[in-house]
């Protein structure tokens, strides 16, 4: 395996790590209007400012404190749907419910915004004097920093093992209750004994939003299976295929993951979170 790779010999400056299409919400605006602009651009965050984009308050919301705040579970985890409850989730403020962001100066180093948005969602980086420069997502971070990952790596390297799965026929309730109790942001869908696709928490709380927007989410939940809300259809890879490969894959799908091995026979998953792993690894 190639050795550590230096970010000078890239030459990388932090500010080139900034995702210009990170979703930016403003603080008054309702968490279903953010879980919409969210899945729209397909990142898993979004940064929350007053009045305009340049009044930064150093907060921000993720899909899955989305979930985690608007789907009440039992005990069993299931989700409870109970009239009004869902609507009054999606209706509060996203400054109710928003985290505070890690930030990171324009002048540190590469590794420690790695470290950042490996154990987040994304970091902000800032000037001296507090400054917001901009965010850096998971996405934007495996697109510039590709070339941190060893050539030679290959698939079967990095693989997760084994595959989490649900069956297509499984109410979505259940799907939610198991990703929001295990921290999942996606699991696999069976179906037949065979892989069918894959769906996410983004997939979810965008999907249950525009129902809010029509004005009854729990209809979608109510009885739905995994089947009725929508899913990305599997991309399987061989397990001898080059990892920086697999990365350009990974980042055009819309569940932000590969599977290793075919339908009948899945071997392990890749995700965004094994990828900066190994970004992080060789810095």
């Not at 985890?77 to 996203?94: F, K, N, T």
């Amino acid at each position: 395996m190639v050795g550590v790779i230096a970010m000078s010999g890239l030459g990388i400056d932090p500010v080139d790590l900034v995702d210009p299409f990170a979703p930016a919400v403003p603080a008054d605006s309702r968490v279903w209007e953010a879980a919409v602009k969210m899945g729209r651009v397909r990142r898993p965050c979004a940064v929350i400012f007053i009045r305009d984009p340049s009044g930064d308050m150093g907060l921000y919301l993720t899909a899955r404190k989305v979930a985690e705040e608007v789907f009440e579970l039992s005990e069993e985890g299931i989700v409870l749907v109970e009239r009004g409850r869902i609507s009054w989730g999606l209706d509060r403020r996203v400054v109710e419910i928003s985290l505070k962001i890690s930030m990171v100066l324009d002048t540190s180093g590469i590794s420690g915004i790695v470290d950042g948005v490996y154990n987040s969602d994304c970091v902000e980086i800032v000037r001296g004097d507090q400054t917001p420069l901009g965010v850096v997502t998971e996405d934007s971070l495996i697109r510039v920093l590709l070339r941190a990952i060893p050539e030679d790596m290959r698939a079967e390297d990095i693989a997760s093992k084994p595959i989490e799965i649900i069956d297509l026929d499984a109410p979505l309730i259940e799907a939610i209750g198991v990703m929001i109790q295990r921290g999942f942001r996606r699991i696999v869908i069976t179906s037949q004994d065979r892989v069918a696709g894959v769906i996410t928490m983004l997939d979810i709380i965008h999907r249950v939003s525009e129902s809010h927007i029509r004005g009854d989410p729990e209809e979608i939940l109510l009885g739905s299976s995994i089947g009725g809300i929508g899913y990305e259809g599997p991309l399987f890879i061989p397990e001898n295929t080059w990892v920086r490969a697999l990365a350009k894959k990974l980042l055009g799908t819309r569940s932000k993951c590969v599977l290793v091995g075919s339908p009948e026979n899945p071997l392990g998953i890749v995700t965004e979170k094994d990828l900066i792993r190994i970004i992080r690894e060789n810095i």
